[in-house]
C-alpha cells in the first residue's frame, strides 16, 4: 500500500469518528505495507481521556502481533500526536510517524514541542503535514457542524 492509501484509511477511521460526534481523528498501523490495526477518538463515547485513535490502534496491534514492540510497524495519523500519544509511539517502538494535519494546541511532534528530539531511548522517523488539507479540512468541519449543532441546540 502506498502512503496516501493508507492515509486515506486514517481519514476513513475518522470520518466514523466524527460521525460518532467523537473529535475526527484517525489512526492506521501498516507492518511491511500491510494493516495492522486501526484506531479513532472515542473519548466522549467511552468517557476516557485515553481513548485516543493511536492509543487504539497501538493497543490493537500490540495484541494482534503478540508483543508491545512495533520497531517494525508505522503509524499514520490524521492529526500530530499529543504528548501522551506520542510517547506511546516511543515506547512502544513505532519506527515511523506519518501525521497529517498539525496541532498547534497540543502538537507534539513539532508544533508545541517535539518529543522526538528529545534524548529518549527511541526516535521514531517522522513525516508532518502529510495530506495537512484534507486532514485539518475535516477536523474544521467537524468543529463547524458542532457549533452549529449548539446553537440550533442539538447538541
Not at 481523528?25 to 494493516?35: F, L, S, T
Not at 513505532?94 to 522526538?116: E, P, Q, T, Y
Request: aromatic share 6%; charged share 25%.
Amino acid at each position: 500500500m502506498t502512503d496516501e492509501e493508507i492515509m486515506r484509511l486514517a481519514l476513513e477511521q475518522a470520518k466514523l469518528a466524527g460521525d460518532d460526534l467523537e473529535v475526527p481523528v484517525g489512526a492506521v498501523i501498516v507492518r511491511n505495507g500491510e494493516v495492522v490495526s486501526t484506531g479513532r477518538n472515542r473519548r466522549e463515547s467511552g468517557k476516557n481521556a485515553l481513548a485516543h485513535a493511536e492509543i487504539e490502534a497501538i493497543d490493537s496491534a500490540c495484541k494482534k502481533l503478540g508483543g508491545w514492540r512495533l520497531w517494525e510497524c508505522e503509524m499514520f495519523v490524521t492529526l500530530e500526536p499529543c504528548p501522551m500519544c506520542a510517547g506511546a509511539i516511543i515506547n512502544s517502538r513505532i519506527r515511523r510517524l506519518v501525521f497529517g494535519a498539525s496541532d498547534s494546541k497540543a502538537g507534539s511532534c513539532g508544533s508545541v514541542i517535539n518529543l522526538f528530539d528529545l534524548p529518549y531511548n527511541h526516535r521514531p522517523e517522522i513525516t508532518g503535514g502529510f495530506m495537512a488539507d484534507e486532514c485539518a479540512s475535516l477536523l474544521s468541519g467537524f468543529f463547524r457542524r458542532i457549533r452549529e449543532m449548539k446553537n440550533n441546540n442539538e447538541y
